[in-house]
């Protein structure tokens, strides 16, 4: 087991809040499946679901390479940062 892994970062509240958003349309999805909505509507649940899941997964993973693979690189060589600087850029394309 990773040390890092049981550290609560900065942005995990957001991550909750996230997540909890999407649980919410999930549960209003089922509801109007239930209830028989129409297709639309229902697609458009499934998209905020789908949305709220994404945005919760991207910042977790920026927040793991900003903290946990920054302490796990610790002192490298200034090329090697800057590898690792766009490395970071790269990654909130994700």
């Known amino acids: ?15 909750i ?6 649980e919410g349309h999930l549960r209003s999805t089922i509801e109007m499946v239930v209830n028989v909505r129409s297709c ?3 697609a458009q649940q ?7 899941i994404a945005n919760a997964r991207k910042i977790l ?3 793991h390479i900003d903290h946990c693979l920054e302490e796990a690189a610790g ?6 940062r800057e590898l690792l600087k766009e490395f970071k850029a ?5």
């Open 46 to 52: 499934l998209q905020a679901v789908e949305s709220a």
């Open 1 to 15: 087991m990773e040390p890092h892994e049981h550290i609560h970062h900065q942005r995990h509240p957001e991550i």
């Open 75 to 80: 002192h490298i060589p200034a090329d090697a």
């Open 17 to 22: 809040t996230r997540l909890k958003r999407a």
């Open 61 to 63: 993973i920026q927040e």
């Open 40 to 42: 639309l509507e229902i």
């Open 90 to 94: 790269v990654a909130k394309f994700l």
